[in-house]
């Protein structure tokens, strides 16, 4: 629950103020294909020093902890849905979003300190790759959630079944 609480207060408070601060540009967190240098660069020139304040401050403060309730939250429901091999194997996708995800707000700590002057294509290059492989993990560990959880309906549904025969 706490994790949905910080996820929403995200993307409904925080990950606004910032891309209406750069006149409506995304973030770089919520660019799951990644970004180019001249894209960055762009996104930085266009953020102002308010947003970039806050991208740096409640935004971050916020992601420091969602990816670590996220992956915990993950663990536990899989615990839950699959065999323990599987849930096991599944939990190391939902700890690797997490990493992804930490490493990102790294890299993107540096690249708002560096600055529309001072920040390097070979920074942005890993801090794109790090949005790619957290958004890939992020979805791939949603996807098994679904799929744990539609497992649990369709023996439900099968076991009414059942039992109305």
Known sequence: ???IVVYLAMV???LPIISGDAGGLMPFDLR?????YDEAQEFLSALGPQGRTHYLGPQHWLDLFYPGLMALSLVLAYLILFARKWAVLFSAVAVL???FDWAENSAVAEMLN???DGVSESLVGWASVLTILKSGAVTLAMLLLLLGCGRVLVRRYQERSVKGN
């Open 1 to 3: 629950m706490i994790a």
């Open 12 to 14: 409904l408070w925080s």
């Open 32 to 36: 799951p294909g990644g970004y180019s």
């Open 97 to 99: 979003a997490a990493v």
């Open 114 to 116: 560096a600055g529309v």
